[in-house]
């Protein structure tokens, strides 16, 4: 449970609220939620006491006093300028906050940093702005604006980098300045130790509830963006690998023409020139790619994953293979069709699943940045099948993104909004079930540098053509592209291109 939601208000006269510093049991109604409270500590908070006075309240046996409310935030927290009205058995609380705009205090930022500053142990690293006018922070730089008290709102209902995502995602956070430059400043004095991760008790939580209800801001728990992603079902079906490819990848063909280059290859170009163009350095990964797995006129080649047909499409052109490509996303293969008719090329898109492949086998197998999305689980048969369809004597090309222990997903900011369901796992983890499927490592080639311009490089793309992208992904894809490049720049993230081999009985490869 958030320890947002264990903190219970009851007034004690007006001017002071009492703040339930441990869990009751809840139960609920088809109309209303029941909080029960057997035996707890509670914490008074109220504008005339400089700090909280603890007390613990309660029957020992086994009476329970009850709360009821239609918005557990409205149970929740009870602003200190309303007494709540009492009624036989427990107190009704009417849920206004939603109406209710908040008293008018004065220089709010400078409070928020304060608080912040004593949470993170040091000052902030960046400038902050409130929605009366008021700053605090950094004077240059970056800065922080919360343009509503609905931003603080998302983070007492998610603290953390949801609530953050969804601030800045709805518009109720903005950045003024290089976001960028902003999340650097932020995650290197975390990351040195000159800034701690917020240790949020139950002293720490009066704190925040006590300020919350000063500013005015709390109220019901705010509706996702409607950008983020919502899958269901269980993990990695099949329907749900659909959905969860279509968020992401359904956009529109459209949109992507608007980031990506003319080759429309999502995944790391390899600059041989640091002056090199994105469509030329893309140009130069599809060559080293087809280079490495040997391709000749008249091969037999496989694509899982093909996105919008950059491989695909250049192996066919250029190499002169028989290609053939799988997706799950429909305008992906809409995209692919049309390239194919048009260029007349000896190449199929089929709308299939890796897990549904059932062909002879081909000589050779490329799957660039596919593999993060089959899920740990399944990773296992992912390799198998790759290696069921290769020929004996074949070779696979593996590019696939690795990151530590930390955030496998990438973190809930990706988990929500990009990539639901994806698992990074470090490169040898990868290699040892590659080597479990059968394969032969031949090779491990990094490419993390290379992402770096490849992602800054989508990030300009998006920045030219921000008028044609709705507001809600413009902002999505911002921080996006922004914690992704940093992300792969600072070695948190990296990318690897993995050459493998099916070797012949006689161990020819």
Known sequence: MNPLSTAISRSSGVGTSWVCACPPSRSSDSNRDTWNFSRSTYAAVSPETPEPTTATVGVDSGCTSRIRSNHAIGLLFVSWVTPPS??????????????????????????????????????????????????????????????????????????????????????????????????????????????????????????????????????????????????????????????????????????????????????????????????????????????????????????VGCGWGSLLLHAAEHYGVV???????????????????????????????????????????????????????????????LFRMLRPGGRLLLQQMSRGEVAPGGGAFIESYIAPDMTMVPIGETLSRLETAGFEIREVRAMREHYVPTVRAWAENLEKNADQVPPGWLRVWRLYLAGGALAFEENRMGVNQILAAKTTVDGRA
């Open 86 to 303: 009492r009624r036989a058995g427990g107190a009704e609380y009417e849920d206004t906050s939603s109406a209710r705009k908040g008293p008018a205090v004065p220089d709010v930022a400078p409070q928020l940093a304060a608080l912040l500053s004593r949470l993170i142990g040091g000052e902030l690293p960046v400038g902050l702005r409130a929605w009366d006018g008021s700053t605090a922070g950094q004077d240059t730089g970056p800065k922080v604006v919360l343009s509503s008290r609905r931003a603080l709102r998302r983070l007492l209902w998610n603290p953390g980098e949801l609530g953050l995502a969804r601030a800045y995602v709805s518009g109720d956070l903005d950045v003024e300045g290089d976001l960028t430059e902003g999340l650097r400043r932020c995650w290197n004095l975390f990351r040195s130790g000159k800034l701690r991760r917020p240790q949020l008790g139950a002293s720490e939580w009066a704190e925040i509830v006590r300020l919350a209800v000063r500013l005015g801001v709390l109220g019901p728990r705010p509706a996702p963006p409607p950008e983020e992603a919502r899958p269901t079902g269980r993990l990695h079906t099949r329907l749900r690998d659909r959905a969860v490819i279509a968020h992401h990848y359904d956009l529109g063909n459209d949109f992507y023409q608007l980031v990506l280059d003319e080759t429309m290859a999502y995944s790391c170009a390899y600059f041989t020139d640091p002056a090199q163009s994105l469509a030329d350095a893309q140009r130069a990964k599809l060559d080293l790619v087809c280079r490495r797995l040997g391709l000749r006129p008249g091969m037999r080649f496989l694509d």
């Open 323 to 385: 290609a053939t490509g799988i997706t799950l996303s429909e305008q992906q293969a809409a995209h692919v069709r049309a390239e194919i008719t048009e260029r007349d090329l000896p190449a199929e898109v089929l709308l299939l699943d890796y897990r549904d492949l059932d062909d002879e086998p081909y000589d050779a197998i490329a799957s660039l940045e596919m593999g993060e999305h089959v899920g740990a689980g399944n990773y296992p048969r992912y390799a198998s099948t």
